[in-house]
């Protein structure tokens, strides 16, 4: 039975994106950990996926740093992409906004054919940890092959604890952090009441936690090269490899 499809309602993603997206710790680090391990690449970055795209953070970044890069969001939630439209905006027709779902591998006849070496990068923040692990292994394989050869994959995820007292802790952490950041807004809730509201909050149901460990061999055994978990502060990580 799918708990992903949360996502998909209103309430969830505007909780998510005005309460938690703009606490999380190093968020600005990760993605810039990402753009470092991408001007490692010996190509130019110019055409790049973005899976899982919510309100174009990464998409954002992206477009940025590399001025001649066309980016493909995608994301099967249509509160996500209406913010993403509106945050990408400016970049006209660098940035191509699609609605599909990753759950099954019929979401790749979204960027139409042929897909194969269609792209240098290929990025992902925060959504792959929604899938069933062996559906994780599928896309991974799937993104192997949209890749060009020499291309890299830069997963910024949400990734298992190794005990539950770590997670525990990292459940703390990460309270303590959205409720500083909620002071800085003005906002008067208590650390508790953000701990209910945003920490252990109903749609964590829908989160499939596997080890960052575990992942990276599963990106080895499909092939990726220079495959390594390039930062983690506890559940919080960048990883990936190239192709």
């Not at 799918?2 to 969830?12: A, G, H, P």
């Not at 953070?57 to 740093?65: D, R």
């Not at 509160?79 to 970049?91: G, I, S, T, V, Y």
């Not at 949400?158 to 002071?183: C, G, K, M, R």
Request: glycine share 6%.
């Amino acid at each position: 039975m799918r708990t992903d499809q949360i996502w998909q309602n209103r309430t969830v993603a505007e909780n998510f994106l005005t309460g938690v997206r703009g606490a999380i710790p190093f968020a600005t680090e990760q993605i810039n950990i990402a753009l470092r391990v991408l001007d490692q690449l010996s190509m130019p970055i110019q055409r790049v996926a973005d899976l899982g795209c919510g309100d174009g953070a990464i998409a954002h970044a992206i477009l940025t740093h590399y001025p001649e890069a066309h980016v493909t969001a995608i994301d099967f939630s249509e509160p996500m992409l209406e913010q993403a439209r509106q945050r990408l905006q400016p970049f006209g027709s660098r940035v191509s906004i699609l609605q599909a779902d990753l759950y099954t591998s019929d979401w790749q006849t979204a960027l139409g054919s042929p897909t194969s070496n269609a792209f240098d990068a290929v990025l992902s923040g925060y959504c792959i940890h929604h899938l069933p692990d062996d559906r994780k292994q599928a896309l991974y394989r799937e993104i192997f092959h949209l890749l060009r050869s020499g291309g890299g994959f830069l997963n910024i995820e949400h990734v298992a604890s190794a005990t539950p007292w770590i997670e525990a802790l990292f459940n703390e952490t990460l309270v303590d952090a959205i409720y500083q950041w909620h002071q800085t807004q003005g906002k008067v809730l208590s650390r508790e009441a953000v701990g209910k509201q945003f920490v252990y909050r109903e749609d964590k149901k829908a989160n499939i936690l596997a080890p960052v460990e575990l992942q990276c061999e599963w990106l080895r055994a499909i092939g990726f090269q220079q495959v390594d978990c390039f930062f983690k502060f506890f559940e919080l990580s960048v990883f990936g490899g190239i192709r």
